[in-house]
T-cell receptor, first 114, second 115 residues
Framework: AQSVTQLGSHVSVSEGALVLLRCNYS??????LFWYVQYPNQGLQLLLK??????LVKGINGFEAEFKKSETSFHLTKPSAHMSDAAEYFC????????????FGSGTRLSIRP | GAGVSQSPSNKVTEKGKDVELRCDPI?????LYWYRQSLGQGLEFLIY????????KSGLPSDRFSAERTGGSVSTLTIQRTQQEDSAVYLC?????????????FGSGTRLTVV
């Protein structure tokens, strides 16, 4: 079974500051990991994903995440926050199986201060 | 279609009425998923379709909830005798084969309000 814990339901940073959204996972098999973003009144959009290979994954809008097996973490970062980054971010985990569904964390709301 | 289409976008219904929510996935996507997002909560898995069959319906909260998929395409989520706790945004997603490889493409959701 898989599960995801997102640390911090709300994160606020200044424009231009580093963005760090924390995610820890639990999985009994090698995980596939995802970050999704949800802008107000919209559906979820895939930011990036890790399946196999390179542990540092780059996504859209300048975001990246690093898979750290030893820490069971998949934190999302962006060097310099922009006002347009304000949104809800969801970390998610899955496993390659015959009934593969993605399990989502409870989300982190990112606010950007001018 | 170009994206996952859900209808209606908003639905207000009276307690005790039945509602049907529709999802039209991306053409060629064999996997289809329903999730529920309550206010301030994460996404709660409801049911997964591969083609027309549902290998995992473990997330359906009660027997008032049912879903079907026909022709390997459109899916309908039906809630019978709606209750106020059913109020939420219902999200549909589709994926080419296994979601774990490709991730999902989500629709914009149906916001259900039970009054």
């Amino acid at each position: 079974a898989q599960s995801v814990t997102q640390l911090g339901s709300h994160v606020s940073v200044s424009e231009g500051a580093l963005v760090l959204l924390r995610c820890n996972y639990s999985s009994s098999v090698p995980p596939y990991l995802f970050w999704y973003v949800q802008y107000p009144n919209q559906g979820l959009q895939l930011l990036l994903k890790y399946t196999t290979g390179a542990t540092l994954v780059k996504g859209i809008n300048g975001f990246e995440a690093e898979f750290k097996k030893s820490e069971t973490s998949f934190h999302l970062t962006k060097p310099s926050a922009h006002m347009s980054d304000a949104a809800e971010y969801f970390c998610a985990v899955s496993a390659y199986s015959s009934a593969s569904k993605i399990i989502f964390g409870s989300g982190t709301r990112l606010s950007i201060r001018p | 279609g170009a994206g996952v289409s859900q209808s209606p976008s908003n639905k207000v219904t009276e307690k005790g009425k039945d509602v049907e929510l529709r999802c039209d996935p991306i053409s060629g996507h064999t996997a289809l998923y329903w999730y529920r997002q309550s206010l301030g909560q994460g996404l709660e898995f409801l049911i997964y379709f591969q083609g027309n069959s549902a290998p995992d319906k473990s997330g359906l909260p009660s027997d008032r909830f049912s879903a079907e998929r026909t022709g390997g395409s459109v899916s309908t989520l039906t809630i019978q005798r709606t209750q106020q706790e059913d109020s939420a945004v219902y999200l549909c997603a589709s994926s080419y084969d296994r979601a774990s490889n490709y991730g999902y493409t989500f629709g914009s959701g149906t916001r259900l309000t039970v009054v």
